[in-house]
């Protein structure tokens, strides 16, 4: 610490802090435009001048001059205020000061100094700046005629998001922010440079002339996409959700989202949504009333074993928990699931053999305090854009190594120094294994390691997977796979994250138990910055399997009740917010179960291809128009309130399943928050939770762990069949799932399917970037996009999984990897 | 005092009056003369053929009765310009807030002062019936 005195007042403030943090910090405010406390310091617009008497009472920048012990400051004085009027005066010079029609104005940093310091006459003239306006893109609006060249949107694109779109370009009185070539912005549109920009220069366009801000009435929720669990703060107004709202204070991330986040709330009030209780009569669905639709679902669940049921991770803690109440103790059955099953595998078989944890042995947070991070797979950026945010700040500002196994390069490939190693797809087990043989072959294992339980198991059976033997057949070389196991045991702490989710089907219990070796080997685990970190697909899919709503003690998992609807075991099919149609691998299967079974139930915000084939259709809420609680993907348990009133007539899911169990003659707890205290006190990690603790911050559940060693099983290698490419399935960055498809923000930048592939697959089979290609596999055959990029390894195509108009399901049954032909 | 001088007063008064001027207006065969700076009916200026208001919520935002709607929308140009502008005559206490809030003297308040009318619904003035003509 060190002492100071600002505008006469003896403070202290940290070594390394600014004389602006210092002045801050001890409640002194400095007039700011330029600067943003999560980049780095930058001293552009000169409005934070203040007075050191040390200098020789010479004007500097708050903002970027650190503070020494004794300074003595004056932040305040008239030729202090008079030197920021000027600046002031300058700017205000050439811009077009039209804050009448600037949905900026209420929230402008610009417009509010420009009020505090009484600018209202210009001592200079000049032109007003004539740039033309960018209103093409459909997310960002670009107008630098407002720019005050702070930079702000340039450093956050390059610091935080590491994608590097704007910058400033040409000099003097010319200069403006723009892209390469003054092109189109064709980027990730996480709307970050809009949330930092202080004036109306950055604005999201589906938010252009909605609602003044002032008007809008701001609702803390947290994010209904992805794990990451995001908090978000919800602009209202006529009980509509209007426009997501920056936060810099909010959550880990301090208010960064991405485009799904920022961009993709437009469902909620969607005129799509479903309004009233759909029941199928004479093969149509019929609007009808709640109590005629409740009482023929009740009278269909009332069979015991004969119903299944399947949710989406997207139901609240509650929701789930009531939903398995509902249908263990009302119903009597134990065929229930989430995300097809397999989707949460890695954590409920994986993590929970070798951890004895259903959940991570880290947090997002560790990121940044690791020293190496292992990622599974480029795609964990494109899952979890904001957990890479992290991955890039740890890089970059932090010098935190990284290395990266996967089937295709991506954005994490081209951080500093990040070495990627692109091996042959659905051999990741096998190359952990081999990291695992050269650790312990090389005798790089920590001393406790052999005193964990199946150390000697293991260790006989990695017997196969020498760095040679499966170098052979995943096309990494033996020494990058020694040189990366020495680099990890090498490293102080080390952190491996993999994503999971329904499109990642070789993320499983084996590559979990694989991940988890490593971390036991090297005593890098139970430590801050290690351990293994699963990336879960879903805004709750965390909760949903501390809720326990997967299958259990002999109870039928996701695609084995599919099964059993076509087989005619599974009578009755509940599903509350999943799409399997879509979502779940095999596409005829799925359809032939759905219509096999007697009954299909479905609650859900949209009539989507899934609820199109119920006989029973119910309107649910959003998250917006519930409270309840979400758990991240790594056991954030967050609390959040309704933001908007639900339309009169659709339910939460919670006051569904409430009047089945009383139609089925059971109780249900009053409220959410009655069931949570239950849910709090049986949980393990949830214990002293309640909504109101939860209400500012979320707390993590904290997860007891007990090593064991597991011996994986490497899947064979796969090899495409003769004259074929190898097709793997993911997420695409601008989505989440089958929900962000009516999310409007996203569909603008990413409407259709794609399928991606090399330049040298494309030049051998003539394919140009848009060109319109037929994919087929064994199972069927799909016209898609072809997206011809760098990135792929030859011989390798990627196609994500969520859209459904064009399902990779018809082509896709589950496999890891698919043989598939591509031709125009 | 006589008890007769009252009377003689009083009918003198009334007496002088009958020779004077009569103060009642017969409305409305006779028009009273608006002041200048009467507050009346709102009138939105225009300006090259179109509403001269950029849709700043200014005025809504403003008035104390909460009795003006505005919906901003985006014309061909790119501009912004009132799609809704509605004020609720029943609800405005005719304060002249909005005409000070306009940044863009968009809107007025003119010397029409006979707004009675039959159906509530009429006393929600559109656009279409604010604008000059
Ligand atoms: S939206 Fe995100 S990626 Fe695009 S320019 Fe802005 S900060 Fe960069
Ligand atoms: S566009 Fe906004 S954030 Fe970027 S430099 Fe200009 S004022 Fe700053
Ligand atoms: S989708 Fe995930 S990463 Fe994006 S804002 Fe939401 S929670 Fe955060
Ligand atoms: S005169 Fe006053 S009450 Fe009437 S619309 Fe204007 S601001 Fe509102
Ligand atoms: S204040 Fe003027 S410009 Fe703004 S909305 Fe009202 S009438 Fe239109
Ligand atoms: S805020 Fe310090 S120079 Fe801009």
Redesign the pocket.
């Known amino acids: 610490m060190v002492n100071l005195t600002i505008d006469g007042k003896q403070v202290t403030a940290p070594k390394d802090a600014t004389i602006?943090d210092a002045a801050k910090l001890n409640g002194i405010k400095?007039?700011?435009?330029?600067?943003d406390k999560k980049l780095k310091?930058?001293?552009?617009?000169?409005?934070?001048?203040v007075e050191v008497e040390q200098m020789k009472g010479r004007q500097i920048?708050?903002?970027?001059t650190p503070v020494t012990e004794g300074m003595i400051i004056q932040t305040a004085t008239p030729e202090i205020v008079k030197a920021r009027e000027l600046v002031l005066e300058l700017l205000l010079l050439n811009h077009p000061l039209d804050c009448p029609v600037c949905d900026k104005a209420g929230d402008c940093d610009l417009q509010n100094l420009t009020y505090d310091y009484k600018v209202d006459s210009n001592r200079f003239t000049d032109l007003k700046f004539q740039h033309e306006i960018d209103y093409n893109n459909p997310l960002i609006e670009r107008d630098m005629n407002r720019c005050v060249l702070?930079g702000k949107c340039v450093r956050i694109c390059d610091e935080i998001v590491g994608y590097g779109a704007l910058t400033f370009i040409d000099r003097g009185i010319e200069t403006k922010i723009g892209c390469e070539f003054e092109d189109g912005l064709n980027c990730e549109f996480c709307g970050s440079c809009i949330s930092v920009c202080p004036v109306g220069s950055l604005l999201a366009r589906p938010f252009k002339h909605k609602a003044r801000f002032w008007a809008l009435t701001k609702h803390e929720s947290v994010c209904g996409y992805c794990g990451t669990g995001c908090r978000l703060t919800l602009g209202v107004k006529d009980n509509k959700v209007l426009t997501t709202i920056y936060d810099e204070n909010q959550g880990f991330h301090k208010g960064q989202l991405c485009v799904r986040g920022r961009f993709g709330y437009q469902f909620i009030n969607s005129k799509k949504r479903l309004t009233t209780p759909l029941i199928k009569k004479n093969g149509r669905l019929i609007e009808s009333t709640w109590d005629e639709a409740l009482d023929l679902v009740a009278g269909r669940l009332n069979r015991g074993n004969s119903v299944a049921a399947l949710a989406a991770p997207r139901l609240t803690n509650e929701e789930l928990a009531l939903f398995k109440k509902l249908l263990v103790e009302n119903v009597g059955t134990k065929n229930f699931d989430h995300a097809a099953g397999y989707a949460h595998a890695a954590l409920t078989e994986g993590f929970s053999r070798s951890f004895g944890a259903t959940a991570s042995s880290a947090s997002i947070l560790d990121i940044q305090k690791s020293d190496l991070l292992l990622v599974i797979k480029t795609d964990s950026y494109e899952t979890h854009p904001v957990v890479g945010f992290e991955v890039n700040m740890a890089v970059k500002n932090k010098g935190v190594k990284l290395s990266i196994i996967s089937d295709k390069r991506g954005k994490l490939s081209k951080l500093p120094h990040a070495q990627t190693l692109v091996h042959r797809p659905g051999s990741e087990v096998a190359v952990l294994n081999a990291i695992a043989w050269t650790l312990l072959d090389e005798k790089l294992v920590a001393g406790s390691a052999s005193l964990i339980a199946g150390y000697a198991d293991l260790e006989k059976s990695l017997s196969g997977f020498s760095a040679e033997a499966v170098a052979a057949q995943c096309g990494i070389s033996a020494a990058d796979i020694k040189k990366l196991a020495s680099e990890y045991a090498a490293a102080e702490k080390a952190l491996i994250i993999f994503p999971a989710g329904q499109a990642y089907s070789g993320h499983n219990a084996d590559l979990a138990t694989a991940a988890a070796n490593l971390a036991f080997l090297t005593g890098k685990y139970d430590k801050e910055g290690c351990g293994v970190l699963c990336l879960s697909e879903k805004n709750n899919s965390q909760g949903a399997v501390d809720m326990g709503f997967f299958a259990q003690d002999g109870g039928l998992n996701g695609l084995q009740i599919l099964d059993s609807c076509a087989e005619g075991t599974v009578k009755t099919l509940f599903i509350a917010g999943e799409n399997p149609l879509t979502s779940y691998p095999n596409r005829s299967k799925v359809k032939a179960a759905l219509e096999a079974v007697e009954f299909l139930i479905v609650s859900e915000l949209f009539l989507t291809e899934t609820a199109a084939m119920a006989d029973v259709v119910l309107p649910v809420c959003s998250f917006a128009e519930k409270d309840g609680t979400f758990t991240s993907t790594d056991r954030r348990v967050q609390y959040f309130k309704q933001a908007i009133r639900k339309s009169v007539l659709i339910k939460t899911d919670y006051e569904v399943f409430s009047s089945l169990i009383a139609r089925l003659g059971g109780v249900a707890p009053a409220t959410p928050a009655v069931l949570f205290s239950e849910i709090a006190d049986k949980t393990a990690g949830y214990q002293g939770m309640t909504h109101v603790s939860l209400l500012k911050e979320g707390a993590f559940a904290a997860a007891v762990t007990t090593p064991k060693f597991i011996v994986p099983q490497a899947a064979a290698p796969f090899t495409a069949e003769t004259g074929k490419l190898s097709l793997v399935t993911g997420s695409a960055l601008y989505h989440n799932g089958t929900l962000s498809q009516y999310g409007e923000g996203p569909m603008h930048v990413c409407p259709e399917n794609y399928v991606e592939l090399s330049r040298t697959d494309a030049a051998l089979y003539k394919i140009a970037e848009g060109d319109l290609v037929t994919v087929s596999s064994s199972s069927g055959s799909l016209q898609l996009k072809a997206k011809i990029t760098p990135r792929m390894p030859a011989g390798v195509v990627f196609s994500p999984y969520h859209f459904s108009d064009a399902p990779i399901n018809t082509i896709w049954s589950g496999a890891p990897v698919t043989s598939v032909t591509v031709s125009k | 005092m006589n008890p007769i001088t009252p009377i003689i007063n009083g009918l003198k008064i009334t007496l002088k009056h009958m020779f004077m001027k009569p103060v009642t207006l017969q409305y409305p065969t006779e028009r009273p003369k608006v002041a200048k700076r009467y507050r009346g009916l709102h009138a939105l200026n225009v300006s090259h053929d179109k509403a001269k208001c950029v849709a700043c919520y200014l005025c809504p935002t403003v008035c104390p009765a909460k009795c003006i709607t505005v919906e901003a929308a985006e014309d061909a140009n790119h501009d912004k310009y009132a799609s809704v502008y509605e004020i609720d005559m029943l609800r405005c206490i005719f304060c002249g807030y909005c005409v000070e809030a306009c940044p863009v003297d968009a809107v007025k308040m003119t010397e029409e002062f006979e707004l009675a009318n039959y159906n509530r619904q009429d006393f929600i003035y559109s656009k279409e019936r604010l604008l000059v003509k």
């Open positions: 602006y400095i007039p700011i435009l330029c600067h310091p930058f001293g552009a617009c000169r409005m934070c001048l920048p708050a903002c970027t702070c």
